[in-house]
Antibody, heavy 123, light 109 residues
Framework: EVQLVESGGGLVQPGGSLRLSCAAS????????MHWVRQAPGKGLVWVSR????????SYADSVKGRFTISRDNAKNTLYLQMNSLRAEDTAVYYC????????????????WGQGTMVTVSS | SYELTQPPSVSVSPGQTARITCSGD??????AYWYQQKPGQAPVLVIY???ERPSGIPERFSGSSSGTTVTLTISGVQAEDEADYYC????????????FGGGTKLTVL
Protein backbone atom coordinates (compact mmCIF):
# COMPACT_ATOMS: atom_id res chain seq x y z
CA GLU A 1 0.00 0.00 0.00
CA VAL A 2 1.24 3.45 -0.95
CA GLN A 3 1.35 5.59 2.16
CA LEU A 4 3.02 8.34 4.13
CA VAL A 5 2.91 8.29 7.92
CA GLU A 6 3.93 11.36 9.91
CA SER A 7 5.07 11.33 13.53
CA GLY A 8 6.73 13.62 16.05
CA GLY A 9 4.05 16.22 16.60
CA GLY A 10 2.99 17.41 20.03
CA LEU A 11 2.89 20.31 22.46
CA VAL A 12 5.98 22.50 22.70
CA GLN A 13 6.68 25.82 24.39
CA PRO A 14 7.46 28.96 22.38
CA GLY A 15 11.12 28.98 21.45
CA GLY A 16 11.32 25.21 21.61
CA SER A 17 12.19 22.61 19.00
CA LEU A 18 10.51 19.62 17.45
CA ARG A 19 11.50 17.11 14.77
CA LEU A 20 8.84 15.65 12.52
CA SER A 21 9.32 12.43 10.59
CA CYS A 22 7.44 11.01 7.63
CA ALA A 23 7.83 7.33 6.75
CA ALA A 24 7.11 6.40 3.14
CA SER A 25 6.14 2.99 1.81
CA UNK A 26 4.75 1.40 -1.33
CA UNK A 27 6.50 3.67 -3.83
CA UNK A 28 10.01 4.61 -4.94
CA UNK A 29 10.60 7.34 -2.36
CA UNK A 30 14.00 8.30 -3.74
CA UNK A 31 12.51 9.29 -7.11
CA UNK A 32 10.29 12.08 -5.90
CA UNK A 33 10.43 15.57 -4.49
CA MET A 34 8.88 15.74 -1.05
CA HIS A 35 7.10 18.61 0.69
CA TRP A 36 5.82 19.71 4.06
CA VAL A 37 2.50 21.55 4.03
CA ARG A 38 0.77 22.91 7.12
CA GLN A 39 -2.76 23.90 8.03
CA ALA A 40 -3.56 26.02 11.05
CA PRO A 41 -6.87 25.21 12.77
CA GLY A 42 -9.74 26.39 10.58
CA LYS A 43 -7.39 27.85 7.99
CA GLY A 44 -6.12 26.95 4.54
CA LEU A 45 -3.19 24.94 3.25
CA VAL A 46 0.20 26.62 3.40
CA TRP A 47 3.32 25.25 1.76
CA VAL A 48 6.27 25.06 4.16
CA SER A 49 9.23 23.43 2.45
CA ARG A 50 10.37 21.06 -0.28
CA UNK A 51 13.37 18.88 -0.99
CA UNK A 52 14.38 17.36 -4.30
CA UNK A 53 14.76 13.64 -4.86
CA UNK A 54 18.40 13.27 -3.80
CA UNK A 55 18.32 15.93 -1.08
CA UNK A 56 20.70 18.30 -2.85
CA UNK A 57 18.21 21.15 -3.16
CA UNK A 58 15.80 22.60 -0.62
CA SER A 59 13.45 25.55 -0.44
CA TYR A 60 11.42 27.19 2.32
CA ALA A 61 8.53 29.56 2.80
CA ASP A 62 9.66 32.96 4.07
CA SER A 63 7.78 32.39 7.34
CA VAL A 64 10.01 29.47 8.34
CA LYS A 65 13.28 30.29 6.60
CA GLY A 66 16.20 30.11 9.03
CA ARG A 67 14.17 28.21 11.64
CA PHE A 68 13.10 25.00 9.87
CA THR A 69 15.29 22.45 8.07
CA ILE A 70 13.99 19.78 5.71
CA SER A 71 16.00 16.64 5.07
CA ARG A 72 15.56 13.09 3.85
CA ASP A 73 17.14 9.67 4.22
CA ASN A 74 16.44 7.72 1.05
CA ALA A 75 17.94 4.56 2.55
CA LYS A 76 15.28 4.71 5.28
CA ASN A 77 12.51 6.09 3.03
CA THR A 78 12.01 8.87 5.54
CA LEU A 79 11.47 12.63 5.33
CA TYR A 80 12.22 14.97 8.22
CA LEU A 81 11.42 18.50 9.33
CA GLN A 82 13.53 19.99 12.10
CA MET A 83 11.67 22.92 13.61
CA ASN A 84 13.51 25.35 15.87
CA SER A 85 12.57 28.65 17.54
CA LEU A 86 8.92 27.68 17.36
CA ARG A 87 6.26 30.37 17.61
CA ALA A 88 2.55 30.30 18.41
CA GLU A 89 1.82 30.94 14.74
CA ASP A 90 3.51 27.65 13.82
CA THR A 91 0.62 25.80 15.47
CA ALA A 92 -0.89 23.62 12.75
CA VAL A 93 -1.38 20.16 11.33
CA TYR A 94 1.76 19.33 9.37
CA TYR A 95 1.36 17.13 6.32
CA CYS A 96 4.15 15.50 4.38
CA UNK A 97 3.31 15.07 0.73
CA UNK A 98 4.65 13.93 -2.58
CA UNK A 99 2.83 16.47 -4.72
CA UNK A 100 2.12 15.83 -8.37
CA UNK A 101 3.99 19.09 -9.08
CA UNK A 102 7.65 18.38 -9.72
CA UNK A 103 10.36 19.53 -12.09
CA UNK A 104 10.63 18.25 -14.69
CA UNK A 105 6.89 17.51 -14.68
CA UNK A 106 6.19 13.91 -13.77
CA UNK A 107 4.09 11.61 -15.86
CA UNK A 108 0.77 10.50 -14.50
CA UNK A 109 -1.30 11.54 -11.52
CA UNK A 110 0.83 10.29 -8.62
CA UNK A 111 0.17 12.46 -5.59
CA UNK A 112 0.12 11.31 -1.99
CA TRP A 113 -0.37 12.95 1.40
CA GLY A 114 0.03 11.66 4.91
CA GLN A 115 -2.73 12.06 7.48
CA GLY A 116 -0.86 14.84 9.24
CA THR A 117 0.61 15.40 12.68
CA MET A 118 -0.50 18.19 14.99
CA VAL A 119 2.02 20.66 16.35
CA THR A 120 0.87 22.99 19.12
CA VAL A 121 3.11 25.81 20.29
CA SER A 122 1.90 27.15 23.60
CA SER A 123 3.09 27.92 27.10
CA SER B 1 5.63 36.74 -2.62
CA TYR B 2 3.54 35.03 -5.27
CA GLU B 3 -0.17 34.56 -4.54
CA LEU B 4 -3.08 32.63 -5.95
CA THR B 5 -6.52 34.16 -5.44
CA GLN B 6 -9.70 32.11 -4.99
CA PRO B 7 -13.22 33.16 -3.96
CA PRO B 8 -13.83 32.23 -0.30
CA SER B 9 -17.11 30.49 -1.02
CA VAL B 10 -19.31 29.14 -3.78
CA SER B 11 -22.84 27.81 -3.29
CA VAL B 12 -24.88 25.70 -5.71
CA SER B 13 -27.92 23.46 -5.61
CA PRO B 14 -27.61 19.73 -6.32
CA GLY B 15 -27.42 19.01 -10.03
CA GLN B 16 -26.17 22.48 -10.92
CA THR B 17 -22.70 23.41 -12.14
CA ALA B 18 -20.13 24.86 -9.76
CA ARG B 19 -17.20 26.89 -11.06
CA ILE B 20 -14.30 27.79 -8.81
CA THR B 21 -11.69 30.19 -10.15
CA CYS B 22 -8.06 30.71 -9.24
CA SER B 23 -6.03 33.69 -10.44
CA GLY B 24 -2.28 34.21 -10.49
CA ASP B 25 0.24 36.00 -12.65
CA UNK B 26 2.37 32.92 -13.26
CA UNK B 27 -0.47 30.61 -14.27
CA UNK B 28 0.24 31.05 -18.00
CA UNK B 29 3.70 29.56 -17.33
CA UNK B 30 3.01 27.05 -14.57
CA UNK B 31 0.55 24.18 -14.34
CA ALA B 32 -2.30 24.35 -11.86
CA TYR B 33 -3.46 21.55 -9.60
CA TRP B 34 -6.73 21.26 -7.68
CA TYR B 35 -7.25 19.56 -4.34
CA GLN B 36 -10.44 18.62 -2.51
CA GLN B 37 -10.36 18.52 1.28
CA LYS B 38 -13.16 17.29 3.49
CA PRO B 39 -13.22 17.96 7.25
CA GLY B 40 -10.64 16.00 9.16
CA GLN B 41 -9.12 14.51 6.03
CA ALA B 42 -5.98 15.06 4.00
CA PRO B 43 -6.34 16.79 0.63
CA VAL B 44 -7.06 14.70 -2.46
CA LEU B 45 -5.89 15.62 -5.96
CA VAL B 46 -8.86 16.05 -8.32
CA ILE B 47 -7.20 17.83 -11.27
CA TYR B 48 -3.53 17.96 -12.29
CA UNK B 49 -1.65 19.84 -15.01
CA UNK B 50 -4.55 22.26 -15.52
CA UNK B 51 -7.06 19.79 -16.93
CA GLU B 52 -6.03 16.17 -16.35
CA ARG B 53 -8.23 14.06 -14.12
CA PRO B 54 -6.76 11.24 -11.98
CA SER B 55 -8.32 7.82 -12.21
CA GLY B 56 -11.03 7.40 -9.63
CA ILE B 57 -12.10 11.03 -9.78
CA PRO B 58 -15.62 11.37 -11.20
CA GLU B 59 -15.98 12.73 -14.73
CA ARG B 60 -18.04 15.64 -13.42
CA PHE B 61 -14.76 17.23 -12.27
CA SER B 62 -12.92 19.16 -14.99
CA GLY B 63 -10.29 21.87 -15.21
CA SER B 64 -9.51 24.61 -17.69
CA SER B 65 -7.06 27.44 -18.12
CA SER B 66 -7.26 30.84 -19.75
CA GLY B 67 -4.50 33.37 -19.30
CA THR B 68 -3.94 34.15 -15.64
CA THR B 69 -7.05 32.26 -14.48
CA VAL B 70 -7.71 28.57 -14.06
CA THR B 71 -11.12 27.13 -13.33
CA LEU B 72 -12.33 23.98 -11.61
CA THR B 73 -15.76 22.99 -12.89
CA ILE B 74 -18.00 20.46 -11.17
CA SER B 75 -20.94 19.53 -13.38
CA GLY B 76 -24.04 18.03 -11.80
CA VAL B 77 -22.88 18.76 -8.26
CA GLN B 78 -23.71 16.13 -5.67
CA ALA B 79 -24.00 16.50 -1.91
CA GLU B 80 -20.76 14.57 -1.46
CA ASP B 81 -18.87 17.30 -3.36
CA GLU B 82 -19.31 19.71 -0.47
CA ALA B 83 -15.75 20.42 0.63
CA ASP B 84 -12.92 22.93 0.56
CA TYR B 85 -11.10 23.22 -2.75
CA TYR B 86 -7.57 24.53 -3.15
CA CYS B 87 -5.67 25.44 -6.28
CA UNK B 88 -1.92 24.93 -6.25
CA UNK B 89 0.78 26.09 -8.58
CA UNK B 90 4.36 27.42 -8.43
CA UNK B 91 6.02 30.74 -8.94
CA UNK B 92 8.08 31.25 -12.05
CA UNK B 93 10.68 33.57 -10.57
CA UNK B 94 13.34 30.88 -10.44
CA UNK B 95 12.67 29.25 -7.08
CA UNK B 96 9.59 27.44 -8.41
CA UNK B 97 8.25 27.38 -4.87
CA UNK B 98 4.85 25.83 -4.35
CA UNK B 99 1.92 28.08 -3.56
CA PHE B 100 -1.65 27.29 -2.59
CA GLY B 101 -4.67 29.47 -3.08
CA GLY B 102 -6.62 30.50 0.00
CA GLY B 103 -9.26 27.85 -0.59
CA THR B 104 -12.91 27.91 -1.61
CA LYS B 105 -15.68 26.40 0.50
CA LEU B 106 -18.18 24.71 -1.81
CA THR B 107 -21.62 24.51 -0.21
CA VAL B 108 -24.28 22.29 -1.74
CA LEU B 109 -27.60 23.88 -0.83
Amino acid sequence: EVQLVESGGGLVQPGGSLRLSCAASGFTFSSYWMHWVRQAPGKGLVWVSRINSDGSSTSYADSVKGRFTISRDNAKNTLYLQMNSLRAEDTAVYYCASLNYQLPPRQGAFDIWGQGTMVTVSS
Amino acid sequence: SYELTQPPSVSVSPGQTARITCSGDALPKQYAYWYQQKPGQAPVLVIYKDSERPSGIPERFSGSSSGTTVTLTISGVQAEDEADYYCQSADSSGTYDVVFGGGTKLTVL
